[in-house]
């Protein structure tokens, strides 16, 4: 280990996404990942000389302009041994680099800086952390009107709610289906807030893309990879929970095949993992969130409903979220908790929300941030 | 607890499968589910006369024919309070009783005899054992040749073989796809051995079912609910994995997903579950063998390859779940193990997987089965 | 579930430690424990009449004296099923309440209020939080010396450090033993930080107990009953770590062992449960943090160092605990950690520790609380 | 990986255990470890040399004399670099080896086949798989004498039976203490069957050496090490049972703190680990006896009753463990489960034990062993 540095924080900048235009299709084993650094000043006749030589050797470069840097990215198993000495003495290179890690455009490795994930101009990933609020299902017209204005009046900045609901049983309610979608669309005319909602199925993404601002992947199909593919597709945000036994690198993995498909828009959503313990739904794992906040440069938030499974613990672990570097959370709200369809006992009422609200501001205040 | 019988194993007897016939929808929650038991002699008139009352209130039912009785399942939320007494007046029928676990056509209280999978002559769930052998993924035409004949000739009855291939990473090898269809295909042509293949999504589930004997879901699509809905609706055999932190009853829920299809063909298999212990690639369950083979009427075989991950630990972990009641295996074999594109560790080659087949005889006659 | 009420935090006001002056014995099975609530203004006479009534039916009550409640904890197998109602006909007794939980002298439903313990006029579970730092393994002089004075110049309010280490090999470093204890006296001498260090077997409390002023049972002897009961019967205050793969229920009954011997200052400590992950040597449990806050009115802290393994997590994962309601932290810090005899990759160097401290404030003060 | 080789089941052969007759104190890091292995024909003069030699360098040899060699195991962190070559020139000695994994003492490295431990001529490691069985807790004289008849009388070769019991909650029956023990001495007499029984703090080894023919270390204690000393220095018989949460190496390393006090007679038991699975007590894990035998020479039981905590699978799961090549069982036997004072659920009744006995038999004789 080498002499610890004294810890500073990455300092948080809103910059433009980065641009990732391109497919690609690797088949061997083997995979080598290089990011070649551009320098200070180069000029896009450079960066292109340097794609065009890349489809010479049959590779696609990802390109990434940041604030500080413009990388390309190289992902492919016919990376020629030689070739980086042969870009390095390409004008306007700086140098090349390896990727160490096995997911390679996710990672901090090649973009430094956090990614800023824009939902219709609600940033997540920047200073302000974001808060996503709505019921587990929508149930009703007067249901999902009512919560969408009580949590924009509370502050949420977006409106959650399940329109197809994976359930461990078949017989269970699976949520309204295209009428459900229609019911969040009125919502967010009324109060302005984006949507998020979760898509389950490869053929109905093209569906749940036309109502939904922001797609959500659940825990049951995080690798689900011909989803994960679909929605890379549309280029739309893409808010991706954690497996409920995924290791950090499997979930990142991931989020690497979204993003390979041209779509930086990934949101992560640490929602509790599968543990021995059965007081609590889930063991809410912020170590994970802390970890992935340092190796990747995607938006990191947390989601304290699911990640306990009760209503009276979802406030101090959103308040610990905040406080552990997370992004933003995801808080399930219903108007009557006791009457929910479905995870009544882990939803807030919009009142313990709103009383939430304050607090929260306290707590990313504290930690340099703001609501 | 009452008192405690003397332990008596199943008699295991070749049965015609159940006919489960037809789809039903259920919308709400609080499904209950109950069985009509027909009385011995009961004939095809009385079955009908109650299929029919029950379509009068909406309800299908799942005709259950066995050896010492015949049942009528019924599940749905819409089951009216007076039902059991209604039909319990009607001739043939001899009781009415509740099903109690979450999954209801899957269970023994619906049906105490063991479903016996029939997959071109060769019985999943009777008294034999079957062994299910060959590659992780199908890499060439002389590649599984090779394996197919090999299993064959040391008497394996069913031969293995991925075409998709999920992988973590997006950048390693995902299988052959098509290709590798038509090479098992081939494989079959050549050696007799039904072909198990993985089916990833539902628009694939069209195109491996042309090729394939058997439809298997794998351990990540365990809870892919469209995906179980789809190989229902083929009434082909499905091999179901069990999601690496699936509970037993999940585990039984998701095949209650393919059988509430109107397809009874399920055959149930452990591969390992996710623990803390990182010397094997995962924890084989053979707790979960016993008990799922007295809370279901399904096959269940094992899959020491992955449950293990080591290939000098498939032996005695295959022997012990023979031992404890598995209904058969699935052994990853490949003719170079160390030069496989997946898995190698973890796969037999012919003379190993050859010495070991001596053995599980052994072990399946001292408890009373054959291989 | 009855209807949700506004969540508001319980207040925190220091109070005198209950008194638990006796012991007792239970050895039958079943037992039953309840607790007589006396009315506001009840006299010493009239508490001094119901515990000889107990002792009449061979029970011993545990007095609790709150700031707004008195009562009197009893428990044992051998409670007799009229005792209530002969009990709430006596002067000055309000009612009379059944314990429900399993653990009964730690339970929330036996004392509303927090428990504060004082070590040497530090107090642990007041409004103000509390910060134990120091390094895992006492080294040398120089070392602890050098490092007790750096986070006593941060702000932490005690030292820890092991002199004797429970390691998984024989043949690692086990400490320095009561020189180790000698050297931690001499650093409270020279800065007046009261001391933390672990007990191992139950024949070294007496040892330990002589310099320390807590003594620390490691998470590996969470279940050590007979150890539990040597540090019970010593009146001291004990730091007791959740064991690494203890539900939360049964740290609390681990806590009931220390307390059943008359001793109410125990410090819960959760320290990271083991789960599959791999990337964090534990996964920190703050879902246990807050859940345990509500079920038991002894302080809570948090170790994120063990929690999270690596010294750049312990921040984030300090920060949170405070926000999710912790009572304090104890915290690795070594003046080298390269150099470190132990788990030098989760300490944090004195700079690190120092730049963390004015962080906890500000978060300890944006949920109500001071550091 | 190398080429495979044919799995070969070690011949097991009833061999004198090793020697291991000195204590040695490690204090530094970095330990060391090697073996000195003899040629074939060395005498005793020879291996004298070897000793005395490496007592000039303040280092103990472990003597291990096998069947086919003789080996001095040398541990230490003060070995020197040149040591190796220095005894290579000895007469007598063949080569000199590097342990690699972090066990020493236990592992295969140094000691290639199998050890036998002798337990009043029962021999655990041999080719004949032990049974131990009784209750889990002493209750009274007739229980413990009616099981010990019962359970001889089927075939066991020793009993079981807890006189000090470890519970989670310190009101629940700990056990008759020293009672227990001399009931268990009682029934010894009348059957001739040893007695396995659990000691659980350092202070009791010495009373419960007294009277048992192995001491019983339970999962809660696997890593109390005080205790593994002391028990190490009783040279008696030692069962260890794997943590709940302990991995494979920790086992064995705890497993080397009791033979690194000259006591080789340690016998390991799986015995469940705690997992997300709720529908079983723990989750027996028979990889891990598959690859202890591989990676240590101590003999491996165990546990079913436990492993499962229901005696409906403890029957096939005591045939898997068999079959997975455990050297024999511990099963728990009441005369009354529905009335037993602690872990009735998962013992079975004698008849249930006494038809289970034939099939242990059968599954042994088809791995090549007997009973």
């Known amino acids: 280990m080498s002499p610890q540095p004294t810890t500073t924080r990455t300092v948080l900048r809103p910059v433009s ?3 990732l235009d391109q497919r ?17 000043g180069s000029n896009d006749t450079q960066i292109q000389a340097v794609i065009e030589r890349l489809e010479e050797h049959h590779l696609r470069g990802h390109l990434v302009r940041g604030a500080e840097r413009t990388v390309i990215g190289v992902v492919g198993a016919a990376i020629p041994p030689t070739l ?8 306007g290179v700086k140098e090349t680099l390896r990727i160490t890690q096995p997911y390679k455009l996710v990672s901090r ?5 956090d990614t800023v994930v824009d939902v219709r101009g609600v940033k997540v990933g920047g200073n302000r952390c974001v808060v996503i609020a709505g019921p587990c299902s929508v149930e009703s017209e007067e249901q999902i009107i009512t919560t969408a204005r009580a949590v924009r009046e509370a502050g949420a900045s977006m409106l959650r709610g399940g329109a197809f609901k994976p359930r461990s049983s078949p017989y269970t309610f699976r949520g309204l289906g295209e009428l459900g979608l229609r019911l969040l669309a009125q919502a967010r005319e009324e ?20 109502y939904a601002d922001v797609l959500q992947i659940g825990a ?10 679909e929605v890379g597709r549309t280029g739309m945000p893409v808010l991706l929970k954690r497996g409920l036994s995924a290791t950090i690198e499997e979930w990142l993995l991931s989020a690497e095949y979204v993003v ?15 543990t021995f313990e059965t007081a609590t739904r889930n063991t809410l794992d912020l170590n994970a969130v802390a970890l992935a906040r340092r190796r990747t440069h995607l938006p990191v938030i947390v989601d304290p409903s699911h990640g306990t499974g009760k209503w009276y613990l979802a406030p101090p672990l959103a308040l610990a979220s905040i406080a552990a570097g997370a992004d933003g959370l995801i808080i399930e709200v219903h108007p009557d908790p006791d009457r929910a369809r479905s995870d009544g006992g882990q939803s807030l009422n919009p009142e313990n929300f709103a009383a939430l609200m304050p607090k929260l501001a306290a707590v990313a205040a504290a930690v340099g941030r703001s609501l």
Chains 1, 2, 3, 4 share one sequence.
């Open 17 to 19: 996404p980065p641009v």
């Open 24 to 40: 690609f299709v690797v088949t061997g084993e083997g995979v080598e990942a290089m990011i070649v650094v551009m320098q200070t």
């Open 84 to 91: 980086r000495e042969e870009l390095e003495h390409f004008s």
């Open 109 to 113: 490795e090649l973009r430094p800086i």
């Open 191 to 210: 109060t302005g807030l984006p949507i998020v909602t979760e898509v389950m199925t490869p053929n109905d993404v093209d569906l749940v893309a036309r």
């Open 220 to 229: 049951r199909n995080m690798q689900n990879y011909q989803l994960l593919e």
């Open 260 to 274: 390979a498909q041209g779509n930086p828009n990934v949101i992560l959503c640490e929602r509790g993992i599968r």
